[in-house]
């Protein structure tokens, strides 16, 4: 049973990461981990292994294949892992494609502070039905 919750950004934009970073901390009370490499949030994800629930904020990138492909392997990593889209603009077929991958819930960007109070909800039931 993992012990906590972690949560981390994923992406390269630093503007973006910076507003959610503040948000988490203004909401959640917690740090917000940072990944611009997938390649190291994934050695990341291999040791840390069983320890925490995650909730990982991806931000969508321009190439669709890279996202699925990357989003399916982080999937792997277990259940106790939420991802939640970063992005706007989506269409039918790319916001389906990434929920087929595993995505759980969508993000805008810019999203305001009572979005994050809603999606610390969410993740608690979430967390709460799948544990």
């Known amino acids: 049973m993992p012990q906590y919750s972690d949560y981390i950004y994923f992406g390269d934009?630093?503007?973006?990461?910076?507003?959610?970073?503040?948000?988490?901390q203004d909401t959640l009370g917690i740090d917000l981990k940072f990944f611009n490499s997938f390649e190291a949030?994934?050695?990341y994800f291999q040791e840390q292994k069983g320890q925490f629930f995650s909730v990982v904020f991806?931000?969508?990138?321009?190439?669709?294949?890279?996202?699925l492909a990357q989003l399916s392997k982080l999937v792997r990593h277990g259940k106790d892992t939420l991802i939640i889209l970063v992005g706007?603009?989506?269409?039918?077929?790319?916001k389906q494609s990434y929920f087929d991958a595993g995505v759980t819930n969508t993000i805008s960007p810019r999203a305001n502070a009572?979005?994050?109070q809603s999606v610390r909800k969410y993740i608690h039931?979430?967390?709460e039905a799948t544990s």
């Open 88 to 94: 706007n603009d989506f269409s039918r077929f790319e």
């Open 13 to 24: 934009n630093i503007e973006t990461f910076d507003y959610f970073h503040k948000q988490v």
């Open 114 to 116: 009572d979005v994050f």
């Open 125 to 127: 039931l979430y967390f």
């Open 41 to 43: 949030m994934d050695m």
């Open 58 to 67: 991806y931000e969508k990138s321009r190439n669709l294949a890279k996202d």
